[in-house]
């Protein structure tokens, strides 16, 4: 079945430091990509999406291309805030079961002053 | 801007005890879905529906029930909560098919003692 999968946490970065979250996907036909983000007790947000291959996506500073040829959908910003600090959730929604989302394991990012 | 909310924020309870998870959204969605998040797991869906009268299990199905008897409201009950109930809960609803975004309620943490 589709599976994402991305890169174990927890980031820790410096203020001003560039990041990069690597994700991975395997999915049937041609799925939507996202990224969600989820501060500290709230629920989750929709932080960029990509809706076919090579498209990218941006949002805050952070930016996905959909790359199909190595499944992946990498997200990275050039200069990350202390504010950034929070969960990223990788997420597809297949062609065959669009109404449904299916999350990668997320990864916390700490950015330190 | 009301958007999802979810009721309520935390629960403790004792096994096999029941109890329900309420989520209403006000933006005339028609799909709404329910999701554990559990640590190193990301969110799994458990029970999913494309509009009132229409529900139809996740991954992760087992031990919940859900109804969808208007367009607003999308109730998960727990029938005789287990320790592995144990988790954050999250409803999310959409307008449409998988490349639009999905909204998110701040989350139900429920503890089964």
């Known amino acids: 079945g589709d599976s994402v999968t991305q890169m174990e946490g927890p980031v820790t970065l410096s203020e001003e430091a560039f990041l990069t979250i690597n994700c991975t996907y395997t999915?049937?036909?041609?799925?939507?990509l996202f990224w969600y983000v989820q501060y500290p007790g709230e629920g989750l947000q929709l932080l960029l999406k990509?809706?076919?291959?090579?498209d990218k996506g941006s949002n805050k500073g952070f930016e996905a291309t959909y790359r199909k040829e190595t499944t992946s959908f990498h997200l990275e910003k050039g200069s990350v805030q202390v504010s950034d600090s929070a969960v990223y959730f990788c997420?597809?929604?297949?062609?065959?079961?669009?109404?449904?989302?299916?999350f990668g394991s997320g990864t916390r990012l700490l950015v330190r002053p | 801007n009301a958007g999802v909310t979810q009721t309520p924020k935390f629960q403790v309870l004792k096994t096999g005890q029941s109890m329900t998870l309420q989520c209403a959204q006000d933006?005339?969605?028609?799909?709404m879905s329910w999701y554990r998040q559990d640590p190193g797991m990301g969110l799994r869906l458990i029970h999913y529906?494309?509009?009132?009268?229409?529900?139809d299990q996740g991954e992760v199905p087992n031990g919940y029930n859900v109804s969808r008897s208007t367009t607003e409201d999308f109730p998960l009950r727990l029938l005789s909560a287990a320790p592995s109930q144990t988790s954050v809960y999250f409803c999310?609803?959409?307008?449409?098919?998988?490349?639009?975004?999905?909204?998110f309620g701040q989350g139900t943490r429920l503890t089964v003692v």
């Open positions: 990509a809706t076919k291959a090579d």
């Open positions: 999915a049937t036909g041609y799925p939507s």
């Open positions: 999310a609803s959409s307008y449409g098919v998988g490349n639009t975004e999905a909204f």
């Open positions: 529906s494309v509009g009132a009268g229409i529900t």
């Open positions: 933006m005339n969605h028609e799909y």
């Open positions: 997420a597809l929604s297949g062609a065959d079961s669009s109404y449904k989302l299916i």
